[in-house]
């Protein structure tokens, strides 16, 4: 088996080489009106995208002395030189502010931003930050390829490191906290070498590699956490490696496989919200999940076998220790206070959990742009010169693109344009500019608000209901601003489906694993729960008050609308995580005969230390992502590591032993004809107990 893995790393690695693609996506939302305005863009334009990068030079004197164009004149025509951009653009062709101390030169691209190469971006930097002096300063906004930010220390190696101290802490020996981490690495290793080959098959963003490493490292170190605590256990009371291991992988083995299957249907759910830039996400994290869990049930294992009783062994002293009697520790004695008082503790729960959900009725939706980024930034420093010398509005032109096939099309674009320049809202309207065949015209308009302002996006709805609709023409209204209503619109009318579609499979996944429907439905509900808090919580964050300012966001930020269904998929497969093990254990103690009440106790005794050490694991991994330097990162990292604390805590320790209270034998009711439909699973184990040797 050991060999087998080696040999799948092996040609990973050569698929990575041989057929690996570049990443690169196009974030604009299929059908939309700005989706065919920069398609008709690209194929009349020469490839020009509807994106730009912006050369913003300001001086003390004016912009136009020949001192100050000289050098900018010579930084466009080597800008024009490089991947991703175009060229024949001077300072001719710049827009200089009323003041005259401040001007601007588009550069248009001739691919997407996200496909302009990171050189690009730091040669222009460069010629910038020579040319910025005391009395003029140069700076590249637009596009945001200028930006170049200096990483901090790994989020990789930040989880990999709070995760090896917790491992330590629950095995109490460098051998067993070990074989997770080889486990998981081995894992996310393969996944790693195929994410190229996902992009060469998929438009895939570059921080899809990034999710799925988040992902597997998290589930892959928790799953293998679980399987060996259950072999350690066996270990402990006599029974033989090999036995102790099979007893594991027949119990602890079987819910990882449900809580696996779970987060895998989540994942793939983002197919449902058909936005092709999810695509490559959604297949990289659930490979990354497929992977580990495969790697949880071949290759830990074997390593156990290699291991044998030397699993125990090279121990710290005073860790790991086990509890002589689970029944009587804090985790016990906590379980049944709670079902003397469940009322009382179910009430308190939610309303805790509404409390963190509130800030999420002020949630901001849309694409962070250079104005939240940090004040030293160059694209920052380009946004404010901007916003100074022309209006804020400057910042997020709109752009209209008009078939004009004839004279009499044609002649309709000064009636337009007039039009445009009374609507409230519009600040200023470009000339019409003629593709090279004539057949197109690019009228640019400049609103009077920031590309956030919710002005703007009220601004867009009437341009498009009115002028351009009334027109006569053929016209489509885009760019950045424009694309990113559209995205918003279309993710809040296909969320229903998805959310419908993971709650629903999920269900009679777990339907099938405990043949209770009462039991499937409070875990979905318990999720939703959950999962509100956790945006309630982003939703904080990225207001950038206090909470914000602890993870680097001191701005008001807008949410990207693909946030919170990324994070649904992610959170709804691994918050069932731990409902899946607490669940599985109580059936199990069920099987041995004790009664609903008891069983509970004793779940929750055996699974407290185990489940708090995964949590405590998890929580460290998806932590770590929110000193990333990529906003949405640091949203997402938030987010998960907020859903699994609470799913850890609040969930598990309060509502779950309350609800199960309440419900007693009720909830694992059945009606007869469903049970002749379900197959049995057998997640407290099928086979009788190996004897002691």
Same mark, same amino acid.
């Not at 010398?389 to 032109?397: M, R």
């Not at 351009?468 to 016209?475: K, R, T």
């Not at 949203?635 to 007693?664: N, Q, Y």
């Given at each position: ?283 990289? #994290? !659930?490979? *990354?999940? %497929? $992977?580990?869990?495969? @790697?949880? /049930? =071949? ?7 290699? &291991? +044998? ?38 009430? #308190? !729960?939610? *309303?805790? %959990? $509404?409390?963190?959900? @509130?800030? /999420? =009725? ?7 742009? &250079? +104005? ?38 044609? #002649?309709?674009? *000064?009636? %337009? ?277």
């Amino acid at each position: 088996m050991l060999l087998g893995w080696l040999a799948a790393l092996a040609l990973a690695v050569v698929a990575s080489m041989t057929l690996g693609g570049e990443y690169g996506v196009d974030y604009a939302t299929p059908g939309s009106e700005s989706r065919a305005a920069s398609q008709t863009l690209a194929a009349e334009y020469g490839g020009r995208s509807d994106e730009s990068v912006d050369i913003v030079y300001a001086s003390d004197t004016s912009v136009t002395d020949p001192a100050v164009r000289g050098p900018v004149d010579e930084l466009l025509t080597q800008a024009g030189r490089l991947e991703g951009l175009t060229g024949g653009v001077s300072t001719a062709d710049a827009e200089v502010s009323p003041d005259g101390r401040t001007a601007v030169v588009s550069v248009p691209l001739d691919r997407l931003p996200d496909s302009v190469p990171p050189a690009t971006g730091e040669r222009l930097l460069a010629m910038a930050e020579a040319l910025t002096t005391s009395s003029q300063t140069v700076a590249i906004g637009g596009a945001e390829v200028g930006q170049v930010v200096e990483a901090g220390a790994s989020s990789e190696l930040i989880g990999l490191g709070v995760a090896a101290i917790v491992l330590l802490l629950t095995f109490g020996g460098a051998i067993a906290a070990g074989l997770p981490l080889v486990t998981a690495l081995f894992a996310v290793g393969v996944n790693v070498m195929l994410g190229g080959v996902v992009a060469a098959l998929l438009d895939t963003p570059d921080w899809a590699a990034q999710v799925a490493i988040m992902i597997g490292l998290g589930v892959g170190i928790d799953y293998a956490l679980l399987i060996l605590t259950r072999q350690r256990a066996a270990l402990a009371q006599g029974l033989t490696p090999h036995a102790a291991t099979v007893e594991a992988m027949g119990t602890a083995g079987r819910s990882v496989v449900i809580a696996g299957a779970t987060v895998i249907i989540s994942m793939l759910g983002l197919f449902l919200m058909r936005l092709p830039y999810l695509y490559g996400v959604a297949l990289s #994290a !659930s490979l *990354a999940v %497929l $992977l580990v869990l495969a @790697a949880n /049930l =071949t290759l830990l294992p074997a390593m156990l076998g290699f &291991a +044998g009783r030397g699993v125990n062994r090279l121990k710290i002293p005073g860790l790991g220790r086990v509890a002589a009697d689970p029944d009587r520790t804090r985790a016990a004695r906590w379980a049944r206070g709670v079902q003397r008082r469940p009322k009382l503790a179910v009430v #308190a !729960s939610i *309303a805790l %959990l $509404l409390a963190m959900t @509130a800030p /999420l =009725t002020g949630i901001r939706f849309g694409f962070p742009d &250079a +104005g939240n980024e940090a004040s030293s930034s160059t694209t920052r420093v380009a946004y404010d010169l901007v916003s100074e010398g022309f209006g804020p509005g400057a910042n997020g032109p709109l752009v209209a693109v008009v078939d004009t096939p004839d004279a009499a099309a044609e #002649a309709r674009l *000064a009636p %337009l344009t007039a039009q445009l320049e009374q609507v409230p809202g519009v600040k200023a309207v470009g000339e019409p500019q003629p593709s090279p065949s004539g057949t197109t015209h690019l009228v640019a308009i400049t609103p009077t608000t920031s590309p956030q302002d919710d002005a703007t996006n009220e601004l867009i709805e009437r341009l498009r209901d009115g002028p351009l609709a009334a027109a006569g023409l053929n016209a489509d209204l885009g760019g950045a601003t424009a694309a990113s209503v559209d995205q918003s619109s279309a993710t809040a009318s296909r969320l229903p489906l998805f959310i419908g579609g993971v709650i629903g499979l999920s269900f009679l996944l777990l339907l099938v694993a405990f043949r209770a429907p009462v039991v499937a439905l409070k875990a979905g509900v318990l999720n939703l729960l959950s999962i509100g808090a956790a945006y309630g919580v982003v939703s904080l964050v990225a207001e950038g008050g206090w909470a914000g300012q602890l993870i680097g966001i001191d701005t008001d930020l807008p949410v990207p609308p693909f946030i919170p269904v990324m994070m649904f998929a992610v959170l709804f497969g691994l918050s069932m995580d731990y409902e899946v093990f607490l669940i599985s254990r109580i059936k199990e103690e069920l099987a041995k005969g004790g009664d609903a009440r008891m069983a509970v106790v004793a779940a929750v005794a055996r699974t407290a230390k185990v489940i708090t050490a995964a949590a405590a694991i998890m929580v460290a991994v998806f932590a770590a992502f929110a000193l990333s330097p990529e906003v949405f990162l640091k949203l997402i990292g938030v987010g998960l590591a907020t859903a699994i604390l609470i799913d850890a805590t609040i969930v598990r320790m309060l509502l779950v032993p309350a609800v199960m209270e309440l419900l007693g034998d009720r909830a694992w009711w059945a009606p007869r004809w469903l049970k002749r439909l379900i197959p049995e699973v057998h997640l407290e184990g099928a086979a009788p107990r190996p004897v002691p040797a």
